[in-house]
């Protein structure tokens, strides 16, 4: 947008030129009863708290093409099996759609529906995307491998360069009531971004290298199972030692497995480059599971999987 008029240029900090971005969302309530939802967006930068949020006021949105609920009065409520669809946008100043071409922008879905107004008991997890805003970027974006989703990658806390990935091994194991299924690895070289290479000082400058491990899980209980805090850890050649996962650079979301469903748990170790090139075998002992009041489930069993190296 250029030589806007200046009733519009305080979203742009009251410079007259700047840009616009349109988002076409849908939301459909398929959970069988009303829900609320707050209807927010960002567009990530540097790291999670580097962002810039979809317009709450809705200045460059008409009435009838908002997000909203067309059988519910209520803010941010939605019927049973209601689906809407509408328009958000994002005002950007010319430095900050500059800043995009620094970093590696994420579209970022945010979570946070529930069933009751007070938002008690909230469905969490937010998804994540690209954000594409040029050809060539969009060029860039599909060429790079598909890296998985832990905070690394979705909170751009890194760039990475892969090293050896492999998909589909669907080993499976049984932890109690709750089937473990290894469905991947990649290891990756990390190169943190210029916003949190303070974080990554302890690793020196050989370099750093991430495993992260995807793992299903059949939650096959009578009872919820939280997975934010599994005791895991990672075995080196045996003997040589141990290191436990970095819970910082795992997914937030989910915290837990409901009773009867089915979720995913991403595992994220690291090491200084010039040690793991000399290690030889990784294998990851899984567990234990924990219950809702924290105390130990399955009689604090484990199970071990043998990871790809190479």
């Known amino acids: 947008m250029t030589g806007m008029s200046k009733s519009f240029a305080i979203p742009f900090d009251d410079q007259t030129d700047g840009y616009v971005v349109t988002a076409k969302v849908t939301l459909d309530n398929a959970t069988g009863k009303p829900m609320y939802y707050t209807n927010n967006y960002r567009i990530q930068l540097s790291n999670a708290t580097d962002y810039i949020p979809s317009d709450s006021n809705k200045t460059f949105v008409k009435k009838e093409d908002q997000v909203k609920s067309k059988q519910e009065t209520e803010a941010s409520k939605y019927s049973a099996e209601e689906k809407v669809t509408g328009l958000v946008t994002f005002t950007l100043t010319n430095q900050e759609f500059d800043a995009l071409k620094s970093v590696k922008p994420k579209f ?6 529930a069933d009751n107004k007070e938002f008690k008991g909230t469905f969490r997890g937010n ?71 303070e974080r990554y000082r302890n690793f020196g400058d050989s370099g750093i290298v991430a495993l992260t491990v995807k793992l299903k899980l059949d939650n096959q ?3 919820d199972i939280s997975i934010y805090n599994i005791g895991s850890k990672l075995r080196i050649d045996e003997n040589r030692g141990t290191v436990l996962s970095e819970g910082m650079a795992e997914p937030r979301e989910p915290q837990d497995i409901k009773a009867g469903a089915q979720g995913e748990k991403y595992h994220v170790f690291m090491f200084r480059k010039d040690e793991f090139e000399i290690f030889k075998k990784f294998d990851l002992e899984f567990g234990p599971f924990y219950g809702a009041d924290g105390k130990g489930l399955f009689k604090d069993e484990t199970v071990t999987f043998a990871l790809p190296r190479s």
């Open 108 to 113: 970022i879905i945010e979570g946070g529906a």
């Open 127 to 197: 998804a994540s995307f690209d954000f594409i805003y040029s050809a060539e970027q969009q060029q860039q974006v599909a060429s790079q491998p598909q890296f998985y989703p832990d905070r690394l990658t979705v909170d751009n806390l890194a760039d990475k360069k892969m090293i050896f990935d492999k998909t589909g091994i669907n080993e499976t194991k049984q932890l109690g009531d709750v089937k473990v299924t290894l469905d991947g690895v990649q290891y990756t070289e990390i190169i943190p971004t210029e916003a949190n290479k």
């Open 221 to 223: 209980s009578s009872q």
